[in-house]
C-alpha cells in the first residue's frame, strides 16, 4: 500500500523550513500532499500576502522536479480532506516549544474527528527553527533579505509584490 501523508498550512510564502519537512518527509512517505489551508480567520484579516492560487504556483514550482510531491487547496476540515484522499498521516511542522502545544491539542482534535490519520510531528532544520512566514514578511517589509530562508521563486515573488503593492503589504 503507497503510504501517503498530507502536510497542511496557509504556506504564504513557503519558506525553507517548509521544504525541509517536506524533503525529510519524503523519506518515510510515497507521496505528500501539500495542502494550502485557507485559514477563515486570517482571510479575514487580510494578512496574507498571496493569493492561495498564488501559493499553490509557488509550491508547485519549487517541487516541479519531484513527481512524489503534489500540491492542493482544502478551504473546509483538515480530517475531511485526509478522509477523501485515503491518507495514512499529518505532518506538522514544530520549530520552537512553542508550537508543541498548540499542534498537540490540533493533533488532538485531529484524532478525534479522524482516528485512521495519524499526525507526525517533525522538527525543522536547526539553523531554520527560527524561521516563520510572519517574521519573514516582516524582516522583507522593512527592506530586509529573506533570501536565505525561502526558494529564489519565492524571494523574487515577495520582491515583486513589494514594489507593486507596497504599503499595502
Not at 511542522?93 to 485531529?110: C, Q
Request: with cysteine; proline share 2%.
Amino acid at each position: 500500500m503507497k503510504k501517503v501523508a498530507i502536510y497542511p498550512g496557509s504556506f504564504d510564502p513557503i519558506t525553507n523550513g517548509h521544504i525541509d519537512i517536506i524533503e525529510r518527509s519524503l523519506r518515510i512517505f510515497d507521496e505528500v500532499i501539500v495542502v494550502v489551508a485557507i485559514n477563515l480567520r486570517k482571510m479575514n484579516q487580510k494578512n496574507w500576502w498571496f493569493h492561495p492560487t498564488e501559493r499553490l504556483d509557488l509550491i508547485r514550482d519549487v517541487f516541479k522536479d519531484e513527481k512524489r510531491v503534489k500540491v492542493d487547496i482544502c478551504d473546509g476540515l483538515i480530517m475531511d480532506y485526509a478522509k477523501k484522499k485515503n491518507v495514512q498521516a499529518v505532518l506538522r511542522g514544530l520549530r520552537a516549544a512553542g508550537d508543541f502545544e498548540t499542534e498537540f491539542m490540533m493533533a488532538a482534535i485531529n484524532r478525534e474527528l479522524n482516528e485512521e490519520v495519524e499526525t507526525v510531528f517533525m522538527t525543522t532544520g536547526k539553523n531554520l527553527f527560527f524561521v516563520s512566514s510572519t517574521v519573514l514578511k516582516e524582516v522583507a517589509a522593512f527592506g530586509g533579505s529573506i533570501s536565505s530562508y525561502v526558494p529564489k521563486q519565492v524571494s523574487r515573488a515577495v520582491q515583486k509584490k513589494l514594489k507593486t503593492e507596497g504599503e499595502q503589504i
